[in-house]
């Protein structure tokens, strides 16, 4: 083959996710956060969450392989959002000090500024929930840019509400995926007024668990009232609880079903979760807010099936929220 030919051959080969190196959606690998309006950032930590098995590091890995194959275009948006805006793989989180979670926290913080800084929105992938903490920091609040100083309203799937702010460590993490929830409102990052925690099992914790949610400010539509009032409205709540604020959206994959995700640090058997088409639908549900950040957090990989379901539905929330992104930033460009 000629050169020109090795060109095409590569055209030809890429549609296939089997072949080449792998990247988010095979995005093109781009590190400069200026060279981006949405940014894809794996976030490999798992020393937020001691209390449970901490494969979560793998999950940027396992999405990278699978999301390979998955769709270009939204059918119900009618948009391709690689053809709408840049969208890249800035790679991973430098986290030297890997097995110290504070230290690491402050790490994922200092990084995701430099694309706050430039413009550039992020969606990550975790890693567990206590990456959230200071990605939110890093795009919320005074001086952000891309919240315009603002605090973001929080969409918050889970099945655990990570605002323990009872406790002044997790295992001696005091930046914990338990605490975030709670250190981001009372460092003016996070407007609780305007935020919503969706899916919160009624089996978790103790009677009373909520409370610390519920006495910050949070909306929770836990599992029992998301039966009764459904996808229409939840999405009805949120969107209206918002307002016009900036939003930030967080998912940890523990809030779907066991049967959609059981590669998780936390599953939660006994109580049905969101299943996966329930959350797309959600998701969906926010279109034309302005997401400004977002990230999916616990899929543990080494707990997967063999089809590697939960690195799937990983993939396609991941995907949901950079189409939200995408469809805004076109939507203002007109």
């Known amino acids: 083959m000629s050169e020109i030919d090795f060109d095409t051959a590569k055209e030809e080969m890429a549609r296939w996710y089997w072949w080449g190196i792998p990247t988010f959606f095979r995005c093109p690998w781009q590190e400069d956060p200026a060279a981006s309006d949405i940014a894809l950032l794996g976030v490999p930590h798992s020393s937020?969450?001691?209390s449970t098995e901490r494969n979560q590091h793998l999950g940027p890995r396992a999405v990278r392989n699978v999301s390979a194959q998955y769709r270009r275009g939204h059918g119900r948006f009618g948009l391709i959002p690689w053809d709408v805006c840049r969208i890249n793989d800035a790679g991973d989180v430098p986290l030297p000090e890997a097995m110290v979670n504070d230290v690491?926290?402050?790490?994922?913080?200092a990084f995701a500024k430099?694309?706050?800084k430039a413009g550039t929105r992020l969606v990550a992938m975790g890693g567990d929930h206590s990456i959230t903490g200071p990605l939110v920091k890093a795009v919320a609040g005074k001086d952000a840019?891309?919240?315009d100083g603002r605090k973001v309203a929080l969409v918050h799937f889970d099945s655990h509400t990570d605002s323990y702010n009872h406790l002044p460590h997790w295992l001696g993490s005091r930046r914990s995926a338990a605490h975030w929830a709670s250190y981001l409102v009372e460092e003016g990052h996070l407007d609780p007024h305007r935020s919503t925690q969706i899916g919160i099992r009624p089996n978790v914790g103790?009677?009373?668990?909520?409370?610390?949610?519920?006495e910050l400010g949070y909306r929770i539509i836990g599992m029992d009232e998301f039966e009764e009032i459904?996808?229409?409205g939840v999405i009805e709540s949120v969107r209206e609880r918002i307002g016009d604020a900036p939003v930030y959206i967080t998912f940890d994959l523990d809030s779907l079903d066991p049967a959609d995700a059981p590669g998780v640090s936390n599953l939660e058997p006994g109580y049905p979760g969101i299943r996966i088409g329930e959350a797309v639908r959600m998701l969906q549900g926010l279109r034309g807010l302005n997401v400004v950040g977002g990230d999916v957090v616990c899929l543990m990989p080494t707990k997967d099936n063999p089809n590697q379901i939960t690195a799937m539905n990983a993939m396609v929330?991941?995907?949901e929220i950079v189409s939200l992104m995408a469809d805004f930033i076109a939507t203002n460009k007109k």
């Open 206 to 214: 103790t009677p009373g668990s909520r409370n610390t949610s519920e």
């Open 145 to 147: 840019r891309l919240s």
């Open 230 to 232: 459904g996808t229409r």
């Open 104 to 109: 690491c926290v402050e790490h994922i913080e």
């Open 48 to 50: 937020g969450n001691g």
């Open 317 to 319: 929330v991941m995907f």
């Open 114 to 116: 430099r694309f706050d």
